[in-house]
C-alpha cells in the first residue's frame, strides 16, 4: 500500500492503518530527532508527538509535496521547537556522560582488553554526536539528511524548501564548521 | 582556480556533483595545492564520521504505543463531546423556558406598543368627530370603535 492509499483510508475511518506509516518513517524521524536532542529520553517522546501531530494534521495534506517531505518538514519544525524550549546547547562532553555510562566505559576496558576498541568506538560515536550538536540548526539538519540520512540534493531542498545552490553552499559550510569543531575537540588529527 | 573555489568543489566532489571537466580542473589544483590537499581529506573525514555514527533505536513498542497514545486521545475528545451533549440536554428545558420568556415578552411588548397606535388615533378621532357628528353617529362609531380595540 503506498502512503496515499494508507491516508485516505486513514481518514476515512481506518485508524490502525497509520501503524505502518509509522513503521515506515519513524527511523528517519528519530535520526532527524537525535541531531537535536542527542543521548536524552526525550527523543522517543518527541518522536511520538510528532506523528501524533502526523496524524491529526492528515486531512490537511493535499498532496502538493510528497508525503515524506511533509513529514520530515514537519519532524524538523518539532526539533527546532523542542531544542529552543530546552535551550540545548552542548557545552561540556563530560556533562554527556552519566556516571554509569563512564562506569560502563571503564568496566568494559578493564574486564577484557579487546573490548577497548570497541569502548573507544563508543566514546568516539559520542564525541562526534555531541560535536554535531553545538552546530546551529541550519547545519545540523543539512549534515543530518545529507551525510547520516543519505537524502539526495534534490530531496533536501524539497524538505527545507529551499534552492538546489543554497544546499550545496549550506554542505559545505557545514562541513568545514564540524570540521572546526572536531579540531577544537581534538577528535581526530588533522 | 582560487582554494576559495576549490573549497566548494571538494564538497560537491565528495557527493559525485561534479561534472568531468570540474573534477578534472580540481585534480589539476590539488595537485598543487598542500592546504585544499588537507581540506579535501578533512572533508572526507567528516563525512566518513557521520556516516558511521550509530543511529539511535527506537523501542520495539513504538508503534503500538503511537497507536495506543492516538485512541486515547479520540476517546478523551469523544468523553468532552458526550459531557457537552448531556450538559444541553440536562439544561434544555432550562434553555428552552428562557427562549419562549424571551419570546413571549417580545410579542407582548409589540403587542402593547401596537395598542398604544389604535388608542392614539381613536383619541384623534374623537377629537376632530366631536365638531362634526349627530347622536346616532355617535352610537355607530362607538360600536366600531369597540371592534377596533378587541
Partial sequence: MNDKDIIERVIAGQEDLFRHIVDRYKDKVLSIIYSFCGYTSDCEDIAQNVFIKIFYSLDKFKFKSSFSTWIYRIVINESINFAKKRNTKIVSLQANFSNDEEQEVIDFIKSDDNTEKKAIEKETQKLVQDTLLKLKDNYKIILTLRDIENFSYEEISQIMNIPIDTVKIRIFRARKKMKQLLKEDNLYEM | ?150
Avoid: G, P, W
Avoid at chain 2, 580542473?25 to 557521520?50: A, G, P, W
Fill in chain 2, 1 to 150: 582556480m582560487k582554494c576559495k573555489n576549490a573549497e566548494m568543489l571538494i564538497s560537491l566532489h565528495i557527493d559525485n556533483k561534479l561534472s568531468l571537466e570540474e573534477v578534472t580542473s580540481l585534480m589539476e589544483h590539488l595537485n598543487r595545492c598542500e592546504k585544499c590537499r588537507q581540506t579535501y581529506k578533512d572533508f572526507k573525514d567528516v563525512k566518513i564520521v557521520l556516516s558511521d555514527m550509530q543511529k539511535a533505536k527506537l523501542s520495539n513498542n513504538f508503534t503500538n504505543s503511537v497507536i495506543r497514545k492516538i485512541k486515547e486521545l479520540k476517546n478523551r475528545q469523544n468523553n468532552k463531546n458526550i459531557v457537552f451533549v448531556n450538559f444541553l440536554k440536562k439544561h434544555f428545558v432550562m434553555a428552552a423556558s428562557f427562549v419562549f420568556i424571551i419570546a413571549a415578552s417580545a410579542v407582548i411588548l409589540s403587542k402593547k406598543s401596537s395598542n398604544n397606535n389604535n388608542a392614539a388615533a381613536l383619541a384623534e378621532y374623537y377629537l376632530n368627530y366631536e365638531q362634526n357628528t349627530s347622536v346616532e353617529d355617535i352610537y355607530d362609531e362607538n360600536i366600531i370603535s369597540f371592534l377596533l380595540l378587541y
